[in-house]
Every structure is written in structure tokens, then in C-alpha cells.
């Protein structure tokens, strides 16, 4: 069975960082790629980072490119995704995803439930 578990949202400081992390099991974390995207209120769901299964490639979206790490543990079969210097706009529900590393949210058969994750000013 195919399941992703996302934590670490919560509140977070403006200039601050926040790291989720995503534990992911059966067939989810054998997939070529997982990504994290985000949905703030009354937007669409964006693409914010992926990471090949490899953990050599990774993309991020040009909001985060520069303060944003994603990564992986295979041991764990977990995924993190850090931001630094975060900003009000960061706010948003985060999804784990997996199948694809890319922005495309098609390529990803499989998400988790979101954890939310607010910028405080």
C-alpha cells in the first residue's frame, strides 16, 4: 500500500526556516521522483521542489530557487523540504507527492494529505 505522511507545518516566523519532512512507503517511494507542491487560499496547487529517486536531480520553482533544499534519506524513505529566509507568501498547504520530480502535476500518481504551514510577519 502506496502512502505519504507529511509533518513539520506549522507557525513560522517571517526571515525564518521551516523543514517538512515526508515519510513515504510501499510503491510511493520507489517511483522515479517525488516533489512537494503547495495551495495557499483561492490559488492553484504549485509546484514548489522535486527530487529523483537517486536524490541527484532536483528542481525547484523559481518562488524558492536560491532558499529552498529538498532531499532525501532512502534508508528513511523520507523527503524533506527546507526553506530559509521564509516570507508571508510561503503560507500556504504543503503536499508530498510522488512519480515524477518535475511541475507537471499529472506525472504524480500519489500525494499526502498536506500539512499546513503559516508565515507569521
Known amino acids: 500500500q502506496a502512502q505519504l505522511v507529511e509533518s513539520g507545518g506549522g507557525l513560522v516566523q517571517a526571515g525564518g526556516s521551516l523543514r517538512l519532512s515526508c515519510a513515504a512507503s510501499?510503491?510511493?517511494?520507489?517511483?522515479?521522483?517525488m516533489g512537494w507542491f503547495r495551495q495557499a487560499p483561492g490559488k492553484e496547487r504549485e509546484f514548489v521542489a522535486g527530487i529523483s529517486l537517486s536524490g541527484r536531480t532536483t528542481y525547484y520553482a523559481d518562488s524558492v530557487k536560491g532558499r529552498s533544499t529538498i532531499s532525501r534519506d532512502n534508508n528513511k524513505t523520507t523527503v524533506y523540504l527546507q526553506i530559509d529566509s521564509v516570507k508571508p507568501e510561503d503560507t500556504a498547504v504543503y503536499y508530498c507527492?510522488?512519480?515524477?520530480?518535475?511541475?507537471?502535476?499529472?506525472?504524480?500518481?500519489?500525494w499526502g494529505q498536506g500539512t499546513q504551514v503559516t508565515v507569521s510577519v
Open positions: 510501499g510503491r510511493a517511494f520507489r517511483q522515479p521522483g
Open positions: 507527492a510522488a512519480g515524477g520530480m518535475g511541475p507537471r502535476r499529472d506525472d504524480y500518481g500519489y
